[in-house]
């Protein structure tokens, strides 16, 4: 029986229905039907289960009898009828999980993902084991909600690593989301022959700059990869190739595929470019050049127009030598990237050329902010190949970003999604413990650092954190206990030092909070807290 199915009428079979009101036959008693219907699911016999249930219904049928009858339509493709039986049980207010399931997966099968998408949040809230969790993390991926869907498909993944489709559609948001070797962890235990599971590790090989192994598993897919595949697989080996140096295969894998589609357009016109072939570049561009004309002054550019194609207009009508009708698209550019260097200096050199000197000086002079803002290009590297090597620290320097403009709301999302995403990871649940520290919720951050104390008994942060939250809450003794258990764990923890000095001072303890203070500036002489603390305590001698 499909597992999936088996899951969504579990709630349903710890509630089986009572026998209709009034004289009925042995075959149309309910609890009966329902027993023998589900028999049949078990076994697969769909379609005969569904002739049984067809049968037996009446007006007055107990809901569990429509809500199995709905969802055996959808095991035998018949989800208009599934979503016209199951809609007035899974808009009741108090509607049950089940129910809400198969009416979202009915919903997404018709095509109205908005629908299913309120019927699956419903269920997911009711009941956040079920498989609602699996459908509402696919609605969401075939959204764009990345991020979202990915808090659900990773966890499902981990629980139910034989799931094929949710492991693949979590893998392709890991890769949108800039997590490439969670992507390629995702991957692992699929078929490497996959064609779907090749582009997406390709994909992710690509993100990480190792362009010749993706390369090496896109080549040999070209000519045999599914229909469906070969726009995405060929854009990817064809960045690939544009990375090496190989700008004119590039382009060539890329002609012919342009369509209505202008992201494309603007590859195929990057890759003619760098292989020195400009005027290739521009008429490449220029039907889609064309239809922005109109929009340039508002700043609103159609749907799936990526404002790169904008600026790279403008800068092959520069290279091209019509510096004069590039000045538009160049103006509309830096209005919808204003903090893009190459976008002003282009603008500065195409206001030079047709002899606005004074306003070319000014977008010079902003090129040069811009410039003279940036970390050098080295440092820049290294903090990109950080962020793609440690996905979760740079979501959590993001969290302390905003910890620091008092946006601790916002941080501690940030924190609780990475707790979900890195469950081995103890830095989100520290930051969550931090975060509701300071929104003043001291009984549940105490609870995630006994989690975590629990979890990871031998670190000293565990330990530390639970002592500043047993400081807070005023529960002096057991905060001293742990403060020191974090000393004992990491001997040269100046910050326990700190704290637990201040302990010690408010429990009149001056020789050892003395202790404390002196040794953290004996392993930390510029440690401002300790000055502080020490010079106070000196004071009130």
Request: hydrophobic share 50%.
């Amino acid at each position: 029986m499909n597992k999936w199915l088996l899951l969504g009428l579990a709630a349903l079979a710890a509630s089986p229905p009572t026998a209709a009101q009034g004289p009925t036959t042995p075959a149309a008693d309910p609890p009966a039907v329902f027993a023998q219907a589900t028999a049949l699911a078990e076994e697969e016999r769909y379609a005969e289960a569904v002739s049984m249930l067809e049968a037996a219904i009446r007006s007055d049928s107990p809901p569990q009898l429509v809500a199995l009858l709905g969802a055996l339509y959808l095991e035998v493709d018949r989800p208009a009828d599934a979503l016209r039986g199951l809609r007035p049980l899974a808009d009741a207010a108090d509607a049950d999980p089940a129910v809400l399931y198969n009416a979202g997966r009915a919903a997404q099968r018709e095509g109205d993902v908005e629908l299913a998408r309120g019927y699956l949040e419903r269920s997911f809230a009711r009941e956040p084991a079920s498989p609602a969790a699996r459908e509402l993390g696919l609605v969401l991926a075939q959204t764009g909600q990345f991020l979202d869907a990915y808090l659900l498909l990773k966890p499902w993944s981990d629980r139910f690593p034989d799931d094929r489709q949710a492991r693949l559609v979590a893998a392709f948001c890991a890769v949108r989301l800039r997590r490439p070797d969670d992507t390629l962890a995702l991957l692992e235990p699929l078929p490497a022959e996959d064609p779907q599971v090749a582009l997406l590790r390709a994909e992710a090989l690509v993100a990480k700059a190792d362009y010749w192994t993706a390369i090496g598993l896109l080549e040999p897919l070209v000519d045999s990869a599914p229909a469906a595949m070969e726009l995405d697989l060929v854009r990817i080996l064809a960045e690939a190739k544009v990375a090496i140096g190989q700008a004119a295969e590039a382009a060539q894998l890329l002609a012919g595929r342009v369509g209505d589609d202008p992201s494309v357009a603007l590859q195929l016109s990057r890759a003619q470019f760098q292989g020195g072939e400009a005027a290739a570049a521009l008429a490449t561009l220029t039907p889609f050049a064309d239809l922005l004309r109109p929009v340039l002054d508002d700043v609103r550019l159609p749907p799936g127009t990526p404002p790169g194609l904008v600026l790279e207009y403008g800068r092959l009508l520069v290279t091209l030598g019509r510096p004069a009708d590039a000045l538009p698209f160049l103006e509309a550019a830096t209005r919808l990237e204003p903090d893009d260097k190459q976008t002003w200096h282009q603008l500065g050199q195409a206001l030079a050329a047709v002899g606005r000197t004074d306003e070319a000086l000014v977008a010079l002079d902003r090129f040069q902010q811009i410039v003279a803002g940036e970390a050098p290009t080295s440092v820049r590297d290294q903090r990109q190949e950080k962020s793609l090597e440690d996905p979760t620290g740079e979501r959590l320097r993001e969290a302390t970003r905003l910890i620091a403009e008092e946006r601790l709301a916002d941080a501690l999302v940030i924190a609780q999604q990475e707790a979900v995403l890195s469950p081995g990871d103890i830095r989100p649940f520290l930051l969550e413990a931090r975060i509701l520290l300071g929104l003043g919720r001291l009984d549940e951050a105490l609870a995630r650092a006994d989690d975590l104390v629990a979890a990871a008994g031998a670190s000293a942060d565990a330990h530390y954190i639970r002592g500043v939250v047993l400081m807070a809450l005023e529960r002096l003794e057991p905060a001293e206990a742990a403060l020191r258990e974090a000393l004992a764990r990491s001997p040269e923890y100046t910050p326990a030092m700190n704290d637990l000095a201040v302990l010690l001072m408010r429990r009149g303890d001056r020789e050892g909070a003395r202790a404390q203070l002196e040794r953290a500036l004996e392993l930390r002489p510029d440690d401002p807290r300790a000055a502080a603390n020490l010079k106070q305590l000196d004071e009130s001698s």
